[in-house]
Nanobody, 124 residues
Framework: VQLQASGGGSVQAGGSLRLSCAAS????????IGWFRQAPGKEREFVASIMWSGTRTDYADSVKGRFIISKDNTNNTVHLQMNALKPEDTSVYYC??????????????????WGQGTQVTVSS
């Protein structure tokens, strides 16, 4: 499985960005695509996830109501629409694919395939 992340950039607080994660290879319907982020000096943290079948999504409390994760079945791409961005959203964002259980889908250690990071910078 290969993942290609794109869509990062610089915006002012309150703005929006859309990240994309293009997936290729064999991904099973019970796998998850997760978005994680890591700021300098901090641990990698969960942002959002979607089951490859598209039937389940999950969000970190810090982004719930502002971010939307979705899957485009026409081109096997997962999008992360980020609205009402805050300076604390500044980070490198990574997409990953794996087969954790639903209960553990926020654990980045259970994702086996990772895309390259894309930088998101939000200025105040």
């Amino acid at each position: 499985v290969q993942l290609q992340a794109s869509g990062g950039g610089s915006v002012q607080a309150g703005g929006s960005l859309r990240l994309s994660c293009a997936a290729s290879g064999r991904i099973f319907n019970n796998w998850f695509i997760g978005w994680f982020r890591q700021a300098p000096g901090k641990e990698r943290e969960f942002v959002a996830s979607i089951m490859w079948s598209g039937t389940r999504t999950d969000y970190a409390d810090s982004v719930k109501g502002r971010f939307i994760i979705s899957k485009d079945n026409t081109n096997n791409t997962v999008h992360l629409q980020m609205n009402a961005l805050k300076p604390e959203d500044t980070s490198v964002y990574y997409c990953a694919a794996g087969s954790p259980t639903w209960a553990r889908a926020r654990d980045n250690r259970l994702y086996r395939n990772w895309g390259q990071g894309t930088q998101v910078t939000v200025s105040s």
